[in-house]
């Protein structure tokens, strides 16, 4: 386009002059006052200086640590099976030349992350374990002053037992049926000091008997005093909280029979005899006959009683049985 | 520019060859350069840098031409630009001498190389006392070589609104190199 041309009209012609073409370097007609406007972009697209490529060694080296880790994780395809992360092992045995394996850079790093993981899921189990045991020790103490409620509940009731009576190693049914019902029968200071007095079989078995009444009791009024001084005096003879339950099945493993099956010492009895699936199960006398309460916990069929089991059996493991 | 062979190059630079990469960074970082140093002429080479790194760590999954290249280096620019203005916002430096960066000159003899022929340095110079919306719109189209409808994706703004800029901005070096009684060599025509 010659100089003394007028614009022909660019995409958008400013005071005469083609700012798109100005802008893009093409070769336009200018007014005066632009001309030292147009030479001053003309030299930002000058030529690169020195100094402006000095660094292309140190970009390269960038380059092609990134791209090092860049092929390493992405697997990036049409790279040869041995490059730099191919990791080349000594020969082993006696035909085996050199072994060349392939292998990305992160399959060293995985193992110890997945550990991490590994751990932090331990970690994680064993404090589970931790909080079963005093959420099972909360449903005991808790159970035993008001658990006779949701064992007369039907549907729940053997869930309720399995998780409860293994010696509170209760899931979430047992800690359900504890938190909210009302305080049950306890036996009395005059009546343990009866009992006290007396042979020890049979007081044992009186408190066993109010420890297990307190499972049948419904709606009776209790205070968590009364019955930590039985809990106290049972735990003394069972040799602990955690045992008193296994101790009165062994003392009087009748107690643990369906109504009608057994003495019907407790009232309601343990196990409501209207509901169909709070039976005792396989795993219910018969199991307290053998000793192995952790079984309990298979033996009712409600839906805690899975996790009754589960807890049972880590119950037993950290030393409930 | 690159050219033809910029699919090639990229290509092979994709792959991991540092010398098709080296032609590819010598082709725009001295446009990132002196886009930079106008904008942040503090530390134009450390964002650069930053902006060449973060590139690069993409580059396997570019896809696009040339112009869509240079949009996309120059858009990580920007980005890693405004990342640093943010952080010497949180932390302001105190600065050594009560004189703007913009207004120092970019060599000794800027304002005589101003004057007399109108270099590279003294341009830079120029347009550090533009506005910056200004400035950075002629330095991306200018520098960077992106068009207008880049430009305005790139900053977010109408191309209306982008050839405004430029047009003003324009304007604007026109009133400095007036009153620096720049005038044009004569016969040029661009």
């Known amino acids: ?321 | 520019m690159v050219g033809d062979d910029f699919a090639g190059v990229l290509a092979d630079a994709q792959a991991g060859d540092d010398d098709q990469f080296a032609v590819l960074w010598r082709d725009a970082n001295p446009a990132l350069i002196r886009y930079l140093r106008v904008l942040a002429p503090e530390n134009a080479e450390d964002i650069a840098a930053e902006t060449w790194v973060h590139v690069v760590r993409g580059l396997p999954r570019f896809i696009g031409d040339e112009a869509a290249w240079r949009a996309w280096l120059f858009t990580t620019a920007r980005r890693r630009l405004i990342d640093q203005a943010r952080l010497r916002k949180r932390h302001p430096a105190e600065p050594l001498e009560d004189v703007s960066a913009a207004d120092m000159p970019r060599s000794p003899d800027a304002a005589q190389t101003a004057l007399d022929n109108i270099a590279t340095e003294s341009a830079i110079a120029l347009l550090s006392q533009l506005p910056a919306p200004q400035a950075e719109v002629i330095l991306l189209r200018v520098v960077a070589g992106l068009d207008t409808d880049a430009v305005a994706e790139l900053l977010d703004k109408t191309p209306g609104n982008v050839r405004v800029m430029a047009h003003r901005g324009l304007k604007k070096l026109e009133d400095l190199l007036g009153r620096a009684g720049v005038t044009s060599r004569a016969g040029v025509t661009l």
Not at chain 1, 93 to 110: L, N, Y
Not at chain 1, 148 to 174: D, Y
Not at chain 1, 226 to 249: K, M, P, T, W
Request: proline share 7%.
């Open chain 1, 1 to 321: 386009m010659s100089d003394s041309l007028p614009p022909t009209g660019g995409p958008d012609p400013y005071d005469g002059w083609d700012l798109e073409g100005m802008l893009s370097g093409a070769n336009i007609w200018l007014p005066d006052g632009m001309r030292p406007v147009a030479e001053t972009l003309f030299a930002l697209r000058a030529a690169p200086t020195r100094v402006e490529l000095a660094g292309e060694a140190s970009a390269r080296a960038a380059f092609r640590q990134v791209m090092r880790a860049n092929g390493t994780e992405s697997g990036r395809p049409g790279r040869g099976t041995v490059d730099g992360h191919t990791l080349i092992l000594p020969a082993q045995g006696a035909g085996g030349g050199s072994h060349v394996v392939t292998r990305p850079r992160h399959s060293h790093r995985r193992p110890p992350r997945r550990g991490r993981w590994q751990a932090k899921a331990l970690a994680g189990a064993a404090v589970g374990v931790a909080a079963v045991a005093v959420v099972g020790g909360v449903a005991l103490a808790g159970g035993f002053s008001a658990v006779g409620g949701h064992l007369g509940q039907p549907g729940r009731s053997s869930s309720a037992v399995g998780a409860t009576t293994a010696s509170g190693h209760s899931g979430s049914n047992g800690l359900d049926g504890t938190a909210s019902k009302q305080p049950t029968a306890h036996p009395s200071p005059r009546h343990s000091n009866e009992q006290q007095s007396g042979d020890g079989t049979d007081s044992a078995a009186a408190l066993c008997r109010q420890y297990l009444a307190l499972f049948t009791h419904h709606g009776s009024q209790s205070d968590w005093a009364r019955e930590s001084d039985a809990i106290g005096q049972l735990s003394e003879l069972a040799g602990g909280s955690r045992h008193i339950f296994n101790y009165c099945v062994r003392l009087q493993p009748w107690a643990m029979t369906p109504k009608g099956s057994g003495p019907d010492l407790y009232g309601p009895g343990l196990f409501p005899s209207g509901d169909s699936q709070g039976g005792p199960g396989p795993g219910g006398p018969q199991d307290s006959q053998g000793n192995d309460h952790s079984s309990d916990g298979h033996s009712g069929n409600g839906s805690g009683l899975d996790g009754g089991a589960e807890n049972g059996r880590n119950g037993n493991n950290s030393g409930f049985g």
